[in-house]
């Protein structure tokens, strides 16, 4: 299935999650360690209804923003400004449209964030999306795409027993993207 399938077919804790993981990778970005969502991780795994998303969405705007002073900043300034959209954008209630929204708007930036940082030129985001092929695609953001796909596929198949192989996979992109800036930064540095 396609990443703009499974996107549509997911439920709200596919969708939050799959938002969250997005923002996870993206954290270099934001000046954050690799602790920084982990309560919103730890929110994902209560019900939908769960009071508690709000409260730590808003505490960890407040330290992310806090820590904005040193996200990398040259080449990486419009990728840490999406990622900073992508953060401003999750919605305080978890479910209905808005989560929807979130996570695909998510998904979409992530990918223009991988595509920046990669250098590589220009791809058609919407078709990678639409048709889940990484033929064509740069190394990074073939990797981005896949790991998207892999998040939505594991909560959808183990619900909240998913977290932790999302939480794994984010990991990995995290790191991964924490190097990209890095040789993005010396190459243009």
Request: charged residues 30%; contains cysteine.
């Amino acid at each position: 299935m396609s990443l703009e399938e499974l996107i549509a077919q997911a439920d709200e804790r596919g969708l939050a999650v799959s938002g969250v993981a997005c923002l996870d990778r993206c954290v270099p970005l934001l000046g954050g360690d690799d602790e920084a969502l982990r309560p919103l991780w730890g929110a994902l795994a209560g019900g939908p209804a769960d009071g508690d998303w709000g409260e730590v969405l808003r505490q960890t705007r407040e330290k992310l923003d806090a820590a904005a002073g040193e996200a990398a900043d040259g080449c990486a300034d419009e990728a840490a400004q999406l990622a900073r959209g992508m953060l401003a954008a999750a919605p305080a209630d978890r479910t209905g449209d808005a989560v929807r929204e979130w996570a695909d708007g998510c998904s979409a930036d992530a990918l223009r964030i991988h595509l920046l940082l990669d250098g590589a030129g220009d791809a058609d985001l919407a078709a990678a999306r639409r048709e889940g092929r990484t033929d064509g695609l740069s190394p990074l953001l073939a990797a981005e795409l896949r790991r998207q796909t892999a998040v939505l596929e594991l909560v959808a198949a183990h619900g909240a027993a998913g977290l932790r192989g999302a939480l794994e996979v984010s990991t990995e992109g995290r790191r991964v993207l924490r190097a990209a800036v890095s040789r993005r930064s010396r190459r243009d540095g």
